[in-house]
């Protein structure tokens, strides 16, 4: 709806974020005011904005491939092998919005 988070109207309450990667993962988000000695410096890190306004969440989207779909091993768990790849990035995704929205916003935003 519009004026709700998310909606046409809707003005984002932004905040800078640090994250932290390591193989192609988000493994930490910090506020700029957390103290730095919680930061990981051994890993890579990023600014990045967030939404933090109006119940907004930021989840991790994480590029990957996966193989041996449907494989079942010798106990009859399926098992999968799961390979991340590119930069991860953090969506924003607002209440009351599907999966099936959010999906579409961000195919959108990366033009798939």
């Known amino acids: 709806e519009e004026g709700q ?30 103290p730095f000695a919680r930061v990981n410096t051994a890993v890579m890190l990023r600014l990045e904005w967030r939404d933090v ?3 907004a ?3 991790g989207v994480g590029h990957c491939a996966v193989e041996n779909e449907g494989t079942t091993d010798e106990t009859g768990t ?4 799961i ?6 990035f953090l969506l ?5 919005e599907t999966v099936g929205e959010t999906r579409q ?8």
């Open 5 to 34: 988070a998310g909606g046409e109207d809707y003005e984002p309450n932004l905040e800078l974020v640090l994250t932290e990667l390591s193989s192609h993962r988000i493994v930490g988000v910090h506020a700029l005011s957390a």
């Open 53 to 55: 306004g109006g119940g």
């Open 57 to 59: 969440v930021a989840v």
């Open 78 to 81: 399926e098992s999968q092998d």
């Open 83 to 88: 390979s991340f790849h590119g930069d991860p």
């Open 92 to 96: 924003t995704v607002y209440p009351g």
């Open 105 to 112: 916003r961000m195919a959108g935003w990366l033009g798939v």
